[in-house]
């Protein structure tokens, strides 16, 4: 009889570290539908109650899974912010000046905010962990990213779809200036939901864009938001990440690109350009 009872406990508590197992994952895997606001708040405040080491990237990424005790979500830590007057990279080639900061991050979000791009990319707060400052962004629910897609040749299921999504990724970079920018910065969700993140190596000072033949179209409300953004409004939402000169240096690749859609609106008609 007593041999009965522990092997009906035993099975009940299986039974019962399972479920709670499956309730650790789902909050730590799902996005609840939380707003934006919600987001950066449960980012900010949420205790830490476990941590593992990013599988990719070389910038020290934790994935840190948070809980405020009614939700249980992971996010993305990074703490780099490495600043060095001439930086030499294995393939021969070398930066001045170089910059890879966390603090990129939290201002590429902001900018998008201020021209509709903030759709593609997760919340970015600035949080500090075990002593060291970084950006704390929502941890995602993908499938793969960019580099497993073409390495794997997978291909979207709508085409168009997927190419509207990359035509908005694109103009964003040239506005940013992501000198690192790689297809592993491009993650994919269940429902080939693009979504852009990493941008410590944003915002270089250069007048000019990166790779110009990436622009082909752009997003409507996208355009309309860049040909009214003002430099003001730039530097009241980047500050302190962003300095005069990198302001400057975004507000100087926003003219370019809206004066490269607009003389192809004039050529080509707005309907072949605009989306």
């Not at 499956?22 to 987001?39: E, R």
């Not at 949080?127 to 704390?136: M, V, W």
């Not at 979504?195 to 752009?218: S, V």
């Not at 953004?229 to 240096?249: G, R, S």
Request: proline share 3%; with cysteine.
């Amino acid at each position: 009889m007593r041999r009965l009872q522990r092997s009906r406990l035993t099975v009940f508590l299986l039974a019962l570290n399972s479920l709670l197992s499956a309730c650790v994952t789902k909050g730590a895997d799902d996005s609840p539908a939380l707003t934006k606001d919600q987001i950066k708040q449960f980012l900010l405040t949420a205790q830490v109650v476990n941590v593992h080491q990013s599988k990719k990237g070389i910038t020290n990424t934790k994935r840190l899974t948070l809980s405020d005790g009614t939700i249980t979500h992971d996010a993305s830590f990074q703490p780099v912010d490495e600043h060095t007057a001439l930086k030499k990279f294995g393939n021969g080639r070398s930066e001045v000046q170089f910059v890879d900061s966390y603090k990129y991050n939290i201002a590429a979000y902001a900018l998008a905010e201020l021209v509709g791009f903030d759709d593609m990319m997760p919340v970015y707060v600035e949080r500090k962990y075990e002593g060291q400052t970084g950006s704390l962004s929502w941890w995602l629910p993908v499938k793969m990213d960019e580099a497993d897609r073409v390495s794997k040749k997978i291909e979207p299921p709508d085409g168009d779809a997927w190419n509207r999504q990359m035509y908005k990724v694109r103009v964003f970079d040239e506005l940013v200036y992501d000198s690192d920018a790689n297809l592993s910065n491009v993650l994919i969700g269940a429902n080939w939901q693009i979504w852009r993140i990493d941008f410590t190596r944003a915002f270089r000072l250069f007048h000019n864009l990166k790779d110009p033949k990436d622009l082909e179209r752009c997003d409507r409300v996208m355009f309309e938001r860049l040909k009214v953004l003002k430099a003001d409004d730039v530097t009241e939402k980047t500050k302190p990440y962003l300095n005069k000169e990198e302001v400057k240096a975004v507000m100087v690749r926003r003219d370019i690109i809206v004066a490269f859609f607009q003389k192809q609106i004039a050529a080509k008609g707005e309907s072949e350009v605009l989306y």
